[in-house]
Structures are given as structure tokens and as C-alpha cells.
Nanobody
């Protein structure tokens, strides 16, 4: 599995970004998928995830109402639309494929990780 994440960059507070993650070698259509992040001097934390059907999404409290996770099973791609970004959102964002059909907030339940994309939010 080779997960390729893209869409990170530098944005001002209040701005928006859209992250994408795709795997050109293997389908993850039967797995939960989502995103984690790791900020400077912080542990990796769950951000958002969606089940294998794309019908049920979960979010961390810190991003709920601002971020939206979605997936395209045909394109084998998962997205993270981020709005009203805050400096605290600055982190490397990692896409993740769960071991099961439903996404987990526990990093130990992740089968595959993307390489990460940096999001920097300036104040």
C-alpha cells in the first residue's frame, strides 16, 4: 500500500484547505479511512474518519463543525475539507486506513499510514 497525501500548505487563520489521499496500488474501499495529525511537540491525535460506505463520519471535538471528511470509493481517495483554520491546527496531517470497516480513533487500529502533509496556519 502506498498512500499519497496532498493539499497541505501555508494559510492564514480563518482560511481553508482541502487535503486528499489516494492509493494507486491497492483499494481500501472496504476499510474505514480518515486523518490523524501531529503538531509541534505533540503526540499524534485523531482528527476525523469515515466508515467503508462513506455514510458515517466521526470527528475530534477540536475540529467538529469546521472539518469535513469524505471519500470516493471509485477513485480510492479520502478527503479532508478544513475551514476556519486556526493556528492550533498547525500540524503534519496523516491519512490512515483502518484495520476494519469502521474508522477508529485509536492509532493502534490503523493498518496503513500515508506519508503526511504539512499544514501551517498563521495568525
Amino acid at each position: 500500500v502506498q498512500l499519497q497525501a496532498s493539499g497541505g500548505g501555508l494559510v492564514q487563520a480563518g482560511g481553508s484547505l482541502r487535503l486528499s489521499c489516494a492509493d494507486s496500488r491497492r483499494t481500501f474501499s472496504n476499510n474505514g479511512v480518515g486523518w490523524f495529525r501531529q503538531g509541534p511537540e505533540k503526540e499524534r491525535e485523531f482528527v476525523a474518519g469515515i466508515n467503508w460506505r462513506g455514510g458515517e463520519a466521526i470527528y475530534s471535538d477540536s475540529v467538529k463543525g469546521r472539518f469535513t471528511v469524505s471519500r470516493d470509493r471509485v477513485k480510492n481517495t479520502v478527503y479532508l475539507q478544513m475551514t476556519n483554520l486556526k493556528p492550533d491546527d498547525t500540524a503534519v496531517y496523516y491519512c490512515a486506513v483502518a484495520r476494519r470497516a469502521y474508522m477508529s480513533t485509536d492509532a493502534r487500529e490503523i493498518a496503513y499510514w500515508g506519508q503526511g502533509t504539512l499544514v501551517t496556519v498563521s495568525s
